[in-house]
């Protein structure tokens, strides 16, 4: 049967894979001050940071409506829909009413909605894996349990340079904010099993703070044969460097690179690198 993968557009793909037929992106916006930023193909990273950096409040973004996945659905196919967190965001409840809506509409395919309970990196390596299982003729059922497995299994991590956007719009913990706000501090954070944000470990510069990142990795021995994807903003130099850093303490099968889009630019800001495996 046909498939069609439908991510929202905090799912940072490989430049490569953005052009697959199979594909499709549903954009969530970006509100900075009075100006709204589509987060879809015509994205500008450089020009959404500039604003960023002009204006003195944090953006807001705004997720997708039902309608927007709803007509990407392939009818009569296999629909594979990745969302960011449900916890950190209302994209995953938007896709749930579109698959809702669809089947009360007698729609002829199937539909499965993968809460990714992470963003970014993390929503990419699920992207690969449906597209892997899929284009190889698995049954929905198989993708979709295979799939599920490994989001319960996944690990994302995530050290920014400036965490006042993810604190400003509440997607950290009272005690992450009251840290993040009154010390000078880089933390190393991560997704819990539920898709909420933790902190793992701080560190006073960045440098130091990816090093603990590095070592958390190394220590894990699941890690080993694993795919490694690194989402970077606007700092391919420390993507690739800390690449090669993790070549030489880790195991990993493989290391991508991809460049943040609109709403991992927002959160991640100017530095940031967000790691899944």
């Known amino acids: 049967m046909t498939y069609r993968l439908i991510c929202d557009s905090c799912t940072d793909l490989p430049t490569e894979l953005r052009a697959d037929p ?41 997720c997708p409506s039902p309608s927007m996945y709803l007509e990407q659905f392939l009818d009569g196919g296999d629909n594979y829909v990745i969302t960011l967190s449900g916890q950190l965001s209302g994209s995953y409840n938007a896709a749930m009413q579109a698959r809702a809506i669809y089947r009360e509409e007698g729609g002829g395919g199937n539909v499965h909605v993968f809460n990714s309970r992470s963003a970014s990196s993390g929503q990419a390596q699920i992207a690969l894996l449906v597209r892997e299982l899929a284009g190889r003729g698995l049954p929905f059922a198989q993708v979709v349990e295979k799939t599920e ?63 603990r ?60 690198i967000v790691a899944a495996y």
């Open 22 to 62: 199979c594909i499709r992106k549903v954009p969530l916006t970006i509100q900075v001050g009075a100006e709204t930023v589509v987060d879809g193909e015509d994205f500008r990273q450089g020009e959404l940071l500039q604003k960023m950096r002009a204006w003195p409040d944090a953006p807001k973004t705004a």
């Open 149 to 211: 497995a490994y989001i319960n299994r996944m690990k994302t991590l995530f050290v920014l340079e400036n965490l006042d956007n993810l604190r400003k719009n509440g997607r950290l913990t009272r005690m992450q904010a009251l840290v993040t706000g009154a010390l000078r501090v880089k933390l190393l954070c991560g997704a819990t099993p539920e898709g909420e944000i933790e902190k793992l470990g701080q560190g006073l510069s960045i440098r130091q703070t990816l090093a």
């Open 213 to 272: 990142m590095v070592s958390r990795m190394a220590e894990d021995a699941e890690h080993a044969g694993r795919r490694l994807i690194l989402a970077h903003c606007n700092c391919q130099e420390r993507a690739e460097s800390l690449r090669e850093t993790i070549q030489k303490r880790c195991r990993f099968g493989e290391i991508l690179i991809v460049s943040t889009g609109g709403i991992s630019t927002v959160y991640a800001d100017d530095g940031g």
